[in-house]
């Protein structure tokens, strides 16, 4: 099994940033892919950014040019650097890996962006 923790949401301005931060239990050498994706209040849930361990990255494309994904593999963690942070962005984020063919997630963490 692999837990994931996620840390770095809240309430920010349009235009603002805020970076997202998952922590996995295991090795990031074990979890492929990791991600992140997010459901809005009424709203299917979505894929925000996913990243492969071969370095492939994949963004919705309503986030492209706006938020990175990144991995630390040293803290087996995963980053979603969000800038110029629009209302529509506003959804809980979930940190999704998976390791062996599993697919786990994180607690989810709320991201408010007002207007």
């Known amino acids: 099994q692999v837990r994931l923790v996620e840390s770095g949401g809240g309430l920010v301005q349009a235009g603002g940033s805020l970076r997202l931060s998952c922590a996995a239990s295991?090795?990031?050498?074990?979890?492929?892919?990791m991600g992140w994706y997010r459901q809005a209040l009424g709203k299917q849930r979505e894929l925000v950014a996913i990243?492969?361990?071969?370095?492939?990255?994949n963004y919705a494309d309503s986030v492209k040019g706006r938020f990175t994904i990144s991995i630390d593999v040293a803290r087996n963690t995963v980053f979603l650097q969000m800038n110029s942070l629009k209302p529509e962005d506003t959804a809980v984020y979930y940190c999704?890996?998976?390791?062996?063919?599993?697919?786990?997630w994180g607690q989810g963490t709320q991201v408010t962006v007002s207007s």
């Open positions: 999704m890996a998976t390791h062996y063919g599993d697919n786990y």
């Open positions: 295991r090795s990031i050498f074990s979890i492929n892919p």
């Open positions: 990243k492969t361990s071969g370095g492939n990255t």
